[in-house]
């Protein structure tokens, strides 16, 4: 009965707190980022500033995303995880500084975007710990049988929290304070008291108990085990591989700054609604997924998706009418969404409890780090081929990936859940 209960995972109170934390700290995130893309192209009106911002992140995210992975599995994980929303609560608060009258009107461009991309380079490093830790404590608060209903309303969550902070983002911008550097400042503020009240609220979950039996294990042998796990998984292997092309080569999103500004004429309000149109798109397609799972060729389905994303992407770039780029951005995250639902139920199924954090950390470095490597991807060859060419040609790459592992793996078509 409860793998039939679309509800299932919302019956346990904890779960609830859970999300609840997760959406609070994803809409600050979310939010605070684009703030930041904002901000960096206003500063600099050039789309390769914007691309840097992601590598700045990623670099350090993945460096340490394996060292992180053991760190978790070594640790409780719910005041790891309590540590790392302080110490964002401190990035957060000096960014809230840095955009403030006072420091933009005494220093220079030069001086604001270095603290920018120190301060983002340090929320890589925080990052790698995010996601193991995020991961590690869901699967403590469910139990295994309804672990697929959980992904669904963790993930949906993720992206409901996405939807509305890059949307409230974009319009706080153009309406908190006399101007958009005023509306920077205290957005950026908004985003300081979301850290601190999702801090607030994981403190009414529980400790969880440490199920590694391995506690002081080497970090070599370690961080080995759980790289060696993955790779000797296929389906967590293929889905893996397969989002983490099709994110790198389809991350238009981060130009939306200059499709909204250069192209659309959109202004601060339309910036917005771009990045908010992929994450609707997710959103909806998760709720769907809550009530209908994918079970069946949902190998088959996550090829269909990703070639999906790749055409959506492709008519992104393509269009100069504001409400078609946003109808393709939509589409784009309604394919998105079933592949991340398809890869978050088979890394929840495959994966046993004590390498939780590290197979997370691998997750992190295949797809997390394809977002922020996609986003210096589409800043470069803007730079080199245009805003609209290399948005075509991201989405291009993305069709070629998907029919190169359909022809390169047939078994992979036929993975069920």
Not at 114 to 137: E, N, T
Not at 309 to 337: K, N, Q, R
Request: with cysteine; net charge positive.
């Amino acid at each position: 009965m409860a793998k039939k209960d679309p509800y299932a995972a919302l019956r346990y109170r904890e779960f609830n707190i859970f999300i609840l934390v997760r959406f609070a700290l994803v809409f600050a995130w979310s939010m605070q980022f684009v703030i930041i893309e904002w901000q960096v192209y206003a500063l600099t009106k050039d789309p390769l500033y914007i691309g840097l911002i992601g590598l700045m992140e990623i670099i350090p995210a993945l460096g340490m995303a394996l060292f992180a992975g053991h760190i978790v599995d070594q640790k409780e994980k719910r005041n790891l995880l309590a540590v790392c929303i302080a110490l964002f609560s401190i990035i957060s608060f000096a960014l809230f500084w840095i955009t403030s009258p006072e420091v933009s009107e005494t220093w220079s461009v030069k001086h604001i975007l270095f603290v920018i991309y120190a301060l983002v380079f340090f929320g890589g490093l925080l990052r790698s710990f995010f996601g193991p830790s995020i991961f590690s404590l869901v699967a403590l608060i469910v139990p295994k049988k309804i672990y697929p209903n959980a992904a669904t309303w963790n993930s949906s969550t993720w992206q409901m929290a996405r939807v509305l902070g890059v949307s409230f983002a974009g319009f706080s911008i153009g309406w908190l304070g006399e101007n958009e550097q005023m509306g920077v400042h205290w957005s950026l503020c908004i985003v300081f008291g979301l850290v601190m009240f999702s801090l607030l609220m994981l403190f009414q979950v529980k400790k969880k108990p440490i199920l590694n039996p391995n506690i002081g294990e080497p970090v070599i042998k370690s961080l080995k085990e759980g790289v060696n796990f993955v790779f000797k998984t296929k389906a967590i292997l293929g889905a893996l591989t397969l989002d983490m092309i099709s994110v790198l080569f389809g991350g238009a999103i981060a130009l939306a700054a200059v499709f909204a500004t250069d192209i659309l004429d959109a202004g601060p309000q339309g910036f917005g609604i771009l990045v908010a149109a992929p994450n609707v798109g997710s959103f909806l397609t998760m709720l769907v997924t809550a009530y209908i799972p994918i079970v069946k060729k949902a190998g088959l389905k996550l090829l269909v998706a990703v070639f999906g994303f790749g055409l959506s992407i492709i008519a992104f770039g393509l269009s100069t009418v504001f409400w078609m780029s946003v109808m393709a951005l939509f589409l784009s995250g309604v394919f998105d969404g079933v592949s991340m639902v398809i890869r978050q139920t088979i890394l929840q199924l495959k994966t046993p409890d004590h390498m939780r954090g590290r197979v997370s950390s691998v997750n992190s470095m295949f797809v997390g780090s394809s977002n922020e490597l996609g986003a210096f991807e589409s800043g470069l060859t803007a730079k080199l081929m245009g805003t609209a060419t290399a948005v075509v040609f991201g989405g291009t790459m993305t069709l070629i990936t998907v029919i190169t592992t359909a022809f390169v793996s047939p078994s992979f078509r036929q993975l069920d859940l």
